[in-house]
T-cell receptor, first 112, second 111 residues
Framework: GQNIDQPTEMTATEGAIVQINCTYQ??????LFWYQQHAGEAPTFLSY????GLEEKGRFSSFLSRSKGYSYLLLKELQMKDSASYLC?????????????FGTGTQLKVEL | DVKVTQSSRYLVKRTGEKVFLECVQD?????MFWYRQDPGLGLRLIYF???????EKGDIPEGYSVSREKKERFSLILESASTNQTSMYLC??????????FGPGTRLTVT
């Protein structure tokens, strides 16, 4: 099975940088996903890591360390529209195909 | 753009009713998924399907069943709705080993 931990809430200032951490314990690992979910809307895909290191995509970057069971999502130049819940999800590599296990999400509030 | 649609945004049903939630995707994805999302518990997988007529139990299948007769359509069935099945239900689809695309969700209230 999977166990995924991420902070419940974070607050940051517009224009700043914020790092959202995710730790996981897994019986099989085949990739880690980050999703963004605005209130009342569906989750949307942000990033994917399967190898160690940093993946950069515009203002968003995601990092993975498989040996530590650790990932973070880095958001730069924060904007008010970045206020949302950020979901960390781990894909099961133990014959689970594309099955994902989600963390409970980190609610990010961006303030002026 | 990938489009995943769900039959209703809001649904109110009575305890004991049989409830059908429909999901359709237009990207020829092999994989389809049903989740429920509750405050403090996050997204939890109910059932998923790798192909037509194939289904696998997720983490919380009790009280639910599914049907996949066509590749683009995946139905979630609550055989006898109960108040603890009041939740947001999200459908998703994907190619194998690629990111999942979610529908807009159905907020189900069972009274």
């Amino acid at each position: 099975g999977q166990n995924i931990d991420q902070p419940t809430e974070m607050t940051a200032t517009e224009g700043a940088i914020v790092q959202i951490n995710c730790t996981y314990q897994t019986s099989g690992f085949n990739g880690l996903f980050w999703y963004q979910q605005h209130a009342g809307e569906a989750p949307t895909f942000l990033s994917y890591n399967v190898l160690d290191g940093l993946e950069e995509k515009g203002r968003f970057s995601s990092f993975l360390s498989r040996s530590k069971g650790y990932s973070y999502l880095l958001l730069k130049e924060l904007q008010m529209k970045d206020s949302a819940s950020y979901l960390c999800a781990v894909r099961d590599g133990a014959g689970g195909g594309n099955k994902l296990t989600f963390g409970t999400g980190t609610q990010l509030k961006v303030e002026l | 753009d990938v489009k995943v649609t769900q039959s209703s945004r809001y649904l109110v049903k009575r305890t004991g009713e049989k409830v059908f939630l429909e999901c359709v995707q237009d990207m020829d994805h092999e994989n389809m998924f049903w989740y429920r999302q509750d405050p403090g518990l996050g997204l939890r997988l109910i059932y998923f399907s790798y192909d037509v007529k194939m289904k696998e139990k997720g983490d919380i299948p009790e009280g639910y069943s599914v049907s996949r007769e066509k590749k683009e359509r995946f139905s979630l069935i609550l055989e006898s709705a109960s108040t603890n099945q009041t939740s947001m239900y999200l459908c998703a689809s994907s190619f194998p080993n690629y990111e999942q695309y979610f529908g807009p969700g159905t907020r189900l209230t069972v009274t």
